[in-house]
C-alpha cells in the first residue's frame, strides 16, 4: 500500500523525492480519524519555497482519490490518506500459517548466553538467552539460516577455584554451593589464589590431571544448564570451549606485537595500547591487558582467536550485558588493529527481582532459575485453579518470564514482579495466551475447525466495516512489517509489543461485534470468522517469535 501511495506522490511531485524516499516518509497514524497513513511535508519545504502547510493543502486539492485510495485531507503539515475498507478487508483472506515470514537467505552465526560454567544459571543470565532465543526466532522467521553458539568459558578462574574445593561426588546442585564457599576463602587467603592461577598455567600448559579435573567440573555444569535452559524451549546449535583456542591466542599475540602497540607493564603483563582509539573517554589509561605476568593468556585473546573464526563463517551477532560494553569496545579495537572484522552487538541490561535488586553469584545473592521456575510454576497453577479454566501451567509460566524480559526494550533495566506477569488480565505473556485461547473458542463454537478456514475458502467482504473490525484488520496486517523492524534492529520488544496491542484489538473486536450468529447475516459472520482465525494465526507467529506457547483452551 505505501508503495502505491509513494508512486502516486512521485508522479504529483514531479521528480522532488524518489518513490524510496517517499515511501520511506510515510507514516502510519496513531488515530484513525487521522488517515490510514500520513505524509509529513515538510523535508519538501525548501526545495518548493512553500511551507509545509501549503505543501499539504496543495497535494489534498491536486490529488483525486482513486482505488485504493478513498479520500485525502490536509491537516496542518500532513497530507492524510484513506485506504478503502475493502482492500484491507481483503488482504485477510489471504492469511495463513506461514504470514509475515520473509525470504531472506543470510547465513548468520549468533552467539549468546555464555554463562560461567561454574553454577546453576540465576534469573538476570537468562535475559541473555531468552532475547538471543527471540532474535534468533525472528531471523529464521525472516529466511536466513541462523546457527546458535555457546562459549564454554572452560578456562576461566572461576573453574580454577572450583577445582581447589571440587569433590568427585559433587552433582550440578552442589557447584553453587561450592563456588560461594571457595569465592569466600580466596578472599580472605591470598596464598589460595595463588594456587588458582597455578592450576590455569598447569591447564594452559595441557596438565593432564588439571585438564581433567577441568573438564569434569565443566561437563556437569554445561549438561545442567543445558538441561535447564531446554526446559524453557531454548536449544543451541554449537558449543564452543575456550580452551579451543589456547594455542591460536598464542599466535594473536605475535600479530599483535607486529602492530607496535604491544608493551610489557610494570607487573610484566603484555598489554596492548589502546590510545589514540577514542578509548581515552571512557577510561582513564585506555590499555587491554592480554597475558598474566606468568605469560598465560587472558580471556581476552583467546575470544580474539574465537570471534575472528566466528567472523569467517558468515555475518556475526553477539549478545552481551551491558557491563560489557567498554570491554567489547577494547575487543573491537583490537580487531580494528589486525584488520578483521567484528560482530554486531546486542546489549541488554540488568534484571532486577522486587526485594531482591541485582543478582551476584559470587556472594551468592542470586534467584537460580529453576527456583524460580518452580515458584511460577506454583503461582501459575494456583492462578488457573482461581479461575477455574483449563491451561497447562508450565506453559503459562515460561510465557509470563520470557514475554516480562522481552517486553522492555533491550537496554532498559527489568523488575520481575511474579504477581503482577502471571496476571490474566494486564500487559503479560498469560494474557496474550488467554487472548488466543479466546479465539480458539469462538472457531469451536461456530463449528469450524481451522482446516475449514483456509485462505481460499470463498468469503464475501461485508459492505462496510466498523471501527473494531478495522482496527483489528490493520493491526494484523501491521504484522509483516513489525517483523522486518524487529529483525532490522535485533530487537524482540517491538514483536512482544506488537502481540499485546493486536491481542488488545482482537479483544475490543470481540466485546463488540457478534460472530456467531451476527445480527448482519451470515455473510457478515463467515467474514468475522475470517478475521478472528486471521487474528489466531498472527498471534500464534508472533508468540512463536518470544518462545511463548499457545493454548487452544485456558
Known sequence: MKKEIAKLLEKELKGKLTKEEIEALIETPKSQDLGDFSFPCFKLSSALKKSPVEIAKNLASNIKPKTPISSVQAVGPYLNIFVSREIFASEILHIDEGFGKGKNKEKILLEHTSINPNASPHVGRTRNAIIGDSVKRILEFL???????????????????????????????????????????????PELEKQVFELLHKFEHKDKKTTELFKKI??????????????????????????????????????????GKLFVDRENRQVLDQKLTGLEVKMKSPVLVLTRNDGTGLYVLRDLAYTIEK??????????????KLYFEQLKEALKLLNKPYPEVVHYSFVLLKDVG???????????????????????????????????????????????????????????DMENSLNFEGDTGPYLQYSYARASSIIKKAGKSSNKLKAKTKVKIPASLNE????????????????????????PSLIANYSFELSQAFNGFYTSCKVIGADEGKDVEAFRLKLVDSFRKTLKNSLYLLGIEVMDEM
Do not use: W
Not at 544448564?225 to 546449535?237: A, T
Open 468 to 491: 473494531k473490525e478495522t482496527q483489528l484488520i490493520k493491526k494484523i496486517l501491521d504484522f509483516p512489517k513489525i517483523v522486518k523492524e524487529a529483525g532490522e534492529k535485533l530487537n
Open 143 to 189: 529466511g536466513n539460516a541462523v546457527e546458535t553458539h555457546y562459549y564454554v568459558n572452560d578456562v576461566s578462574k572461576q573453574i580454577a577455584m572450583l577445582a581447589l574445593n571440587f569433590k568427585p561426588t559433587d552433582t550440578f546442585e552442589k557447584l553453587l554451593s561450592r563456588y560461594i564457599e571457595i569465592s569466600k576463602k580466596v578472599k580472605e587467603n
Open 358 to 416: 541485582k543478582m551476584s553469584t559470587r556472594s551468592g545473592e542470586v534467584v537460580l532459575l529453576e527456583d524460580f521456575l518452580s515458584e511460577a510454576l506454583k503461582k501459575a497453577s494456583e492462578e488457573i485453579k482461581k479461575r477455574k479454566t483449563k491451561g497447562d501451567a508450565k506453559k503459562v509460566a515460561v510465557a509470563a518470564i520470557k514475554y516480562s524480559m522481552l517486553r522492555n526494550s533491550n537496554e532498559k533495566n527489568i523488575t520481575f
Open 218 to 259: 565443566v561437563d556437569i555444569a554445561i549438561a545442567g544448564q543445558k538441561n535447564i535452559l531446554s526446559s524453557i524451549g531454548i536449544e543451541y546449535d554449537y558449543f564452543d570451549y575456550e580452551s579451543r583456542y589456547i594455542d591460536e591466542a598464542k599466535n594473536i599475540l605475535k600479530e599483535l606485537e607486529k602492530t
Open 311 to 324: 567472523c569467517k563463517k558468515g555475518r556475526n551477532i553477539l549478545v552481551l550485558g551491558e557491563d560489557q
